[in-house]
């Protein structure tokens, strides 16, 4: 992987910072005697607290990519690292555990219960997570302390997608996989979106990959991973992180 990357000098990354870790790894999806390749032989590091951008057309592989690292789905071969522990060598009770105690997602659509009120969706997690934020809190860091008893109808796509990122964040994960955040949102009220993602990442330290379509948004990120054809193809290095509020498509 790293002779792929491109951009501003670093030092080397300790073992120690590594969040997040393929080796590997290829997903071949079959349909009869049709074997689909989504993934091929990726190698990939995701370091504690920085922030991702992944970037390619449908069918790179993105999304493949993500489900794999945060133990949605397992690959046909290769191996997840989280910290020490191999995650691709678990039974699906470990998967869950480790879904449920390190991993947050957000996905394009926003998959709020509509008979519960912000802080009730929120509360889903809080109730299980171990050392959780209560779902005030939660709602606070992507500004929607105003709107805890507003159910989903009542809120904007906007602060719906924000609702979805206070429940992904509630139970303190060590990463956050987002999945187009911004996908069903015009460019403002993707931009509030994004600037809650930064604040997670900034404020909470955590690990934050967002998958996009939309090349602007890599220019907020530490890294820019870019996939083709189930392969990484480039991996950029920002010299400078630009605002969530400096983008605008």
Not at 78 to 88: A, K, M, N, Q, R
């Amino acid at each position: 992987m790293n002779n792929l990357e491109t951009g501003s000098s670093s030092p080397e990354r300790s073992a120690a910072a590594v969040a997040l870790r393929g080796e590997g790894l290829s997903k071949v999806y079959r349909s009869g005697d049709v074997a689909v390749h989504a993934l091929r032989d990726v190698d990939i590091e995701l370091y504690r607290g920085e922030f991702v951008v992944l970037l390619g057309p449908s069918g790179s592989g993105k999304s493949t990519l993500l489900n794999i690292l945060g133990g949605l789905d397992v690959p046909s071969s290769g191996h997840v690292y989280f910290g020490d522990t191999e995650v691709t060598a678990r039974d699906e009770g470990a998967l869950t555990r480790f879904r449920r105690d390190h991993v947050g997602f957000v996905f394009q659509f926003y998959n709020l219960v509509p008979s519960l009120t912000a802080r009730e969706n929120v509360a889903l997690v809080t109730e299980i997570a171990r050392d959780p934020m209560t779902p005030e809190a939660a709602l606070e860091v992507v500004g929607l302390g105003q709107r805890l008893d507003h159910f989903p109808a009542e809120l904007s796509g906007g602060e719906q997608q924000r609702v979805a990122i206070a429940r992904a964040i509630a139970k303190r994960p060590d990463v956050l996989l987002c999945d187009e955040p911004t996908g069903a949102l015009d460019s403002v009220t993707g931009i509030l979106v994004l600037e809650a993602l930064e604040d997670v990442n900034r404020d909470l330290g955590t690990t934050t990959v967002v998958i996009t379509h939309n090349v602007t948004i890599g220019d907020m990120a530490d890294r820019v991973i870019r996939l083709a054809d189930g392969g990484i193809s480039e991996i950029t290095r920002n010299a400078q992180r630009r605002r969530a509020a400096e983008l605008s498509w």
